[in-house]
């Protein structure tokens, strides 16, 4: 293994170089090891019933219940789309379900309280004269009841353009409850259930639908509502945030429930005091995946990294606690833990760890519990050990925080009162009709020991900014792009002319980091937004998405919900589809005629962001002649 190799990121691979010395294993060392299994790469093994697991060779093209790769390999998909959007969604039934516990006294506010009347009016919610609590108790009723509703559609935000909404009509695809459609995946994927890939593949697209229109978008909207809609702020990203004297806490998984609680907890004067007792000159948090995402857009709490460097936080033998919830946590943390003296604490009973301390995080004494939580991590400072500290120095810059009423209110800058009106994106339109800006491309998702890390997220960002393309990011890529220091205004110099222009202009890096994985909903938002502005559908609008390196069920709901939304969607790693040739062909083909919008593989960043630069020129004629025809129209 050459850890030159595995990372852009110097932090990484110093790290990488410290395990072999110190003698354990981290991801990059299971990779080597790890041969996949081929037909598992290809989707084409089913073991969905005791007469399998089946798979699909030329001398057995059928499983012994007659399923053909394509059903096999389209039922497969469709599961990961339900994992991925039953992990979304149940985060954002949590957080409703905290909203709902929120009263004046208690350890949960409301902190949003117009974005919680402009939520309650949208769903018809009386707010006048009415005490916030109620409203917010009123409102966190109606956001749990779309995920099971018996009758009807899920309430779509304003943001979403009319013209889509009839493409979904039209192929029967607007979801009905959220939790319904993962239902109805895990239902029709059963043995002797759906065995055409063509409707698996509707079914899968409605679920991931009720995703990111639903519960990522509840998760975003009802997080802001109690911890405040972020505003731009700065921060630091890598793990040279890790602070030698002082207590040491990595903050990793998703929901902020928790996250929020531990960040007041550090603030805590007796608990501060408490580290000094320790020996310690105080609390440092750091937050790692998409934790980290959510504590630094509200608080700017510094970035310790993304997902490939849980393990390497540990490594760094200065880290007195790693406490997570749920999701992308590497059950291997636990072995690791024990190997220096970090404290792995889980605290959610969704995810518990074999080996892992676990203290359960008690939404009804919040505080009190995450103060718990803390506590131990500060009496663990004491066992740290010197000789095994390694802290890299790496560590970058990073602007964070733009929410889509954020970018509003930067846009606003450049508005002429005498002309419009502030509080819309209307300049951010024009500057993509004018062609100022090309176009504009949201980069999201995981990292994969597949792809060199950071590599792919990086290189593709420089590329598209170059070619003044703005960058909205989230996730793990934001992180990658804060660490490479793309987050920072300083990269501006990176951006081609007009892009650069712009951004002096509005005050703001050329990539915005618009949050955690549930808050790619923000980026669905804001091109709604600018579809309706232009009065166009989303798949007219100059925009692409990429996940370069992305691994979790959570990225292929994505994925489909993005491509759905009318948005052509870049891989950088191929997945287990390749077996099913007409599921291949509907992802990358046959999408584009019924959302007008598709998936495209391309593990190269570069030739991917040439690609996506293509297509958004093709898509900018195309618009630009509708507009010109539409003057005509007008003029004659
Ligand atoms: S569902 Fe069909 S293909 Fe799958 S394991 Fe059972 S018999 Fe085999
Ligand atoms: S981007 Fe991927 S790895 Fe990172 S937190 Fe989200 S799902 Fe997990």
Known sequence: M??????????????IKKAKEDG???????????????????????????????????????????????VIVSRNFARMVAGGAAAHSDHGRDIAHVLHMTSKDGNYKVTDEEKLKELAKRWKIETEGRDIYDIAHEVAEFALNEFGKPFGTLE??????????????????????????????????????????????????????????????????LSDILFGTPIPRETEANLGVLEENQVNIVLHGHEPSLSEMIVLAAEDPELIELAKEVGADGINLAGMCCTANEVTMRHGVKIAGNFAQQELAVLTGAVEAVIVDVQCIFPALASLAECYHTKFITTSPKARITGATHIEFDEEKALESAKQ??????????????????????????????????????????VNSHIDKPGTVKPLADCITSGVLR???????????????????????????????????????????????????????????????????????????????????????????????????????????????????????????????GIDTWLGVAPPVTGGPRVLEILTSEMENMVGAKFFVEPDPIKAAHQMIEKIEQKRKVLEEKFENIKAVAQA
């Open 439 to 565: 176009g504009a491309a949201g980069i999201v998702g995981c990292n994969n020991p597949k792809v060199k890390h950071d590599y792919g997220h990086v290189e593709m960002i420089k590329e598209l900014i170059k070619n003044d393309v703005i960058v909205v990011t989230t996730g793990c890529a934001a992180q990658a792009a804060a660490k490479a220091g793309l987050l920072s205004k300083d990269a501006r110099k990176l951006a081609g002319k007009g892009l650069a222009t712009v951004c002096e202009l509005v005050d703001i890096p050329p990539v915005l980091h618009m949050g955690s994985c549930v808050d790619i909903s923000r980026i669905l938002e804001l091109v709604g937004l600018v579809a309706k502005q232009l009065n166009v559908d989303i798949s007219e609008l100059p925009v692409v998405g990429a996940a370069p390196e992305w691994m979790s069920e959570k990225a292929v709901s994505i994925g489909t919900y993005v491509v759905s939304s």
């Open 24 to 70: 354990v294993e981290t991801i990059f060392d299971r990779k080597e090891n790890m041969k996949p299994c081929p037909m598992g790469e290809k989707g084409i093994c089913c073991r969905i019933c005791a007469m399998g697991p089946c798979r699909i060779t030329p001398k057995t093209p059928r499983g012994l219940c007659g399923a053909t790769a394509d």
């Open 2 to 15: 050459d850890e030159k190799l595995l990372s852009i990121d110097s932090a990484v691979n110093e790290l």
């Open 156 to 221: 779509f935000p304003p943001s979403l353009p009319e013209q889509r909404k009839k493409v979904w009509e039209n192929l029967n695809i607007v979801p009905r409850a959220i939790d319904r459609e993962v239902v109805t995946i895990m239902h029709s994927t059963h043995v002797g259930c759906t065995a055409d890939a063509d409707s698996m593949l509707n079914i899968s697209m409605r679920t991931a639908i009720s995703d990111g229109w639903g519960g990522s978008y509840i998760a975003t909207e």
């Open 373 to 414: 939580i803390v506590r131990e991590a500060i009496l663990n400072f004491k066992n740290r050990k010197k000789e095994k500290v390694f802290i890299p120095k790496t560590k970058s810059h990073a602007m964070v925080g733009y929410s889509t009423k954020a970018i509003i209110n930067q846009l606003d800058k450049v």
